[in-house]
């Protein structure tokens, strides 16, 4: 594989910024990192210089030493270099790298002044205050960098959905205040709402689009220019997300903004579609001959196909068009769809919100019931209830319900499903709760054969309601352990309990795919928040995002259902 110019630019990158750390002699840190800007805006790939024995040192200050090190880079190979650099510094201090906002002067301040040589020192010293009188760390540093650390390892490339939201917006707002900006969207995967996202798209209509350029790259956050065309760019921002953009005239944006929301499959099923009508589909339109015949809006473009507007979040290439072709795509489901929230934690779990805090914060949500599953446990420990614990939250959910007339508090706990295939609280303990959310908190790694046969063992009991995060994967920490899903599937649907889709972030857990299988099963789902805070409740949206990517209806979903309806649905036949 010939390397590209890109990834031997970025090794440059790399090699400057460990040499800066290491406050190395400046002017050779400078050389990289000027090498690195080079070869990353030469208009030849130097894999294909060096085939045709074209000398790299004649490039503008390159020397021999450099031209060496390039070749070696595009030879795939590990410069010495590079090497002795990466050893010369704790493999912990060069992570530091990733954090927004840690540049390599920064990183050297960290390690120099204070002896921070890892994410963890990093993180105990913030909270310690250390970080306090250091040149360059203010309290906006201390918060971003702590929001970072919570946040864990990056994914190998890919950012979780709810992770770059924030970002999205702000860079679609900048680009919305750009000078000719008729339109903008993003595209993308983000706009199909897929769990993860690689980088993120962006779409604009612009008359001239030049200005749109000069704008988007000088957005506050941008660290690296990829490619900087007439109609199109990349840049690097300083957490390393990419982003790229396209403008185009408004007559095609419709067009524009369809191409790159892809994904890939779709739209080569558009195209063929075109071509069997006698007509081209492209980034700029649907024509034929020369003349366009739709591309100004996407309703437009699929109408003129002979398909209704497929929702982003179907455009996958599974089916969708052969569905919209039939009439049968799902009227999907959507937040407002959303009655009540089926899983939320209090204080009892250590959480900050009171029972009354977190009803009241459902109450804002719209909710017309919350129901309360705690961690509970037949023995308490800090942070979970014990049954006692449990009776006393239940007469207090009691007295709540008594004062409250728009929304129901249900009595609900979240129970240990044992290594066995027992629940954690005795059985008459579960018989009293309104709903019980059962939940495989321990022993992930157990064969897939006896982690399926443990969980159906568990939906045994009459009185479990929910299966919380069934395949209990954290996006970017912790795969899904092994288990024969479909199987517990049917065995939820035989024994009249349910699955979740738990809408936090790092879980989203039951997948889109999930969904699919449980709706093709006929087996209905819960989205639910598992909020631990009031602000968690809003998570409810990644569900339904994920839900809506697994074709779900608002009749798939438990909790769409009026109150009276949904009790009827939890008591077991
Ligand atoms: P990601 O970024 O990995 O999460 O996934 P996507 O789907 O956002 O993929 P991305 O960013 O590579 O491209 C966005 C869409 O744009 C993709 O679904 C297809 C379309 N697209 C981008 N570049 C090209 C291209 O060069 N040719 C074609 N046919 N389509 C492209
Ligand atoms: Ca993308
Ligand atoms: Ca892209």
């Known amino acids: 594989m010939p390397v590209p110019n890109a990834e031997i630019a970025d090794r440059l990158d790399r090699l400057a910024d460990l040499l800066d750390i290491e406050a190395a002699n400046p002017f050779r840190v400078r050389a990289y990192r000027r090498a690195g800007r080079l070869v990353r805006e030469l208009p030849r790939e130097v894999t294909e210089m060096l085939a045709s024995g074209e000398p790299l040192d004649a490039l503008p200050g390159i020397g021999t030493d450099l031209a060496a090190t390039i070749a070696a880079l595009a030879h795939g190979e590990m410069p010495p270099r590079l090497a002795e650099a990466e050893q010369a510094l704790p493999a912990g201090v060069v992570a530091l790298l990733t954090l927004p906002g840690l540049g390599p002067k920064r990183v050297r301040v960290l390690h120099e002044a204070l002896g921070i040589d890892s994410r963890e020192a990093l993180a105990a010293a913030v909270r310690a205050g250390r970080l306090r009188g250091v040149p360059g760390f203010g309290s906006v540093m201390e918060r971003k960098l702590l929001a970072a650390l919570a946040a864990g390892p990056a994914l190998p ?301 568990a939906m045994d009991h009459r009185d479990v309601t929910i299966l919380a995060h069934p395949s209990g994967r954290r996006i970017g920490r912790r795969p899904a352990y092994g288990l024969d899903l479909e199987r517990v599937m049917r065995g939820a649907l035989e024994r009249g309990c349910f699955l979740e889709v738990n809408a936090q972030p790092d879980r989203l857990d039951l997948d889109d795919s999930h969904c699919r299988l449980a709706k093709a099963m006929g087996l209905k789902i819960a989205i639910s928040s598992d909020a631990d805070a009031p602000a968690e409740l809003a998570f409810l949206r990644f569900g339904v995002d994920q839900a809506r990517r697994g074709w779900l209806a608002a009749d798939d979903v438990l909790n769409t259902k009026p109150l009276a309806e949904l009790r009827a649905l939890l008591r077991r036949p």
């Open 157 to 457: 490339g890919r950012v979780r959905l709810a992770d770059v939201e924030t970002l999205a917006a702000s860079l679609l707002a900048w680009l919305r205040a750009s000078p000719g900006v008729e339109r903008a969207e993003l595209a993308g995967s983000f706009r199909r709402r897929c769990a993860t996202v690689g980088d993120l798209d962006l779409v604009a209509a612009a008359r001239a689009p030049a200005p749109v350029m000069e704008r988007f790259v000088a957005f506050e956050s941008v660290s690296r220019v990829l490619l900087r065309g007439p109609t199109r760019a990349s840049v690097v921002l300083r957490d390393g997300l990419q982003v790229d953009l396209r403008v185009v005239a408004d007559v095609s944006f419709g067009a524009a903004l369809c191409y790159f929301t892809g994904a890939k499959p779709h739209s080569i099923a558009l195209r063929r579609i075109a071509q069997a009508q006698g007509c081209k589909l492209n980034e700029y339109g649907l024509f034929r001959d020369r003349r366009r015949l739709a591309g100004r809006t996407e309703a437009d473009l699929y109408r003129t196909l002979g398909l209704p507007l497929i929702p982003p979040e179907l455009r996958e290439g599974t089916g969708e068009i052969a569905a919209a072709r039939a009439g049968r795509l799902p009227l999907l489901l959507t937040r407002a769809d959303l009655r009540g929230d089926l899983h939320v934690h209090t204080v009892a779990n250590d959480g900050p919100a009171s029972l009354a805090d977190m009803v009241r914060a459902a109450r804002r949500q719209g909710h017309a019931y919350v129901a309360i599953a705690d961690h509970c446990g037949r023995v308490g420990a800090a942070g979970r209830l014990d049954p006692t614990g449990l009776g006393r939250q239940m007469d207090a959910i009691a007295r709540l319900n008594a004062t409250l007339d728009d929304l129901t508090v249900l009595a609900g706990c979240e129970v240990d499903i044992l290594e066995d295939g027992s629940l954690d609280l005795p059985d008459d303990v579960l018989h009293r709760l309104d709903l019980v959310v059962a939940a495989v908190n321990t022993n992930f790694d157990l064969p897939s054969d006896r982690q399926t046969e443990r969980i159906l063992r």
